[in-house]
């Protein structure tokens, strides 16, 4: 899901998930896609340069190997191209509990909480979470200086406590008071962070 108003706007749209039965749920329920690929983003094969934008949203920390699939995506981006990442971010206190908890507890907080009674059965997350080291704040904007990519945009939220309902304030201040007691090393400030960066643009040939 994503909030793009793309109404109006002539596009090819391609989707790429190693899971089949959730892509096959977008075709049905979404049917934006152009062309649905089913592939690891690992190893799918992508076209050098070729896309305007490349959107990838609570994907990444369930990769093994993030940072080879973000070179990927850069490397399908056409010169002058958007990349547009979003990732709960490993150094919130969000982030260290997911990776903490066993998966079925990720599962139960998808039901019970967001309200999601189809969590965890084919075609709907959660999935089982990685959290390679580039999955943080740091990490991605570490990865993307190496990568020579333009910031334009970096956003945190903490939109997962409105799920809580009447004990968002308390869970809001349990988030704060751990996030104290780890001396710095994580933040509650944001769980979530949005990031869209600008590949740089073809050099100018040189004319005699």
Known sequence: MWTWNLDGIQMHLTGVDVDAD???LRVQERGDLDEAIVGDLLTVPLPDAAYDIVHSA???????GAEDALDRMVAALRPGGLLVLKIPDGRSMYG???RRT??????LYKRKIRRKPLAGTPGHGPYPVVY???ISGTGILAWGRKQQ???LSVVGDNGHLRFFGRLAPVVDIGLRGAAVLSLGHLTARHANLAFAFKKPAAPEPVRD
């Not at 609570?58 to 093994?64: G, P, Q, T």
């Not at 066993?102 to 599962?107: E, I, S």
């Open 102 to 107: 066993p998966h079925r507890l990720h599962v």
């Open 149 to 151: 990519l333009e910031v």
């Open 58 to 64: 609570f994907v990444l920390e369930h990769v093994s």
């Open 22 to 24: 959730a892509l096959r």
């Open 132 to 134: 390679d080291a580039v």
């Open 96 to 98: 260290f509990l997911a």
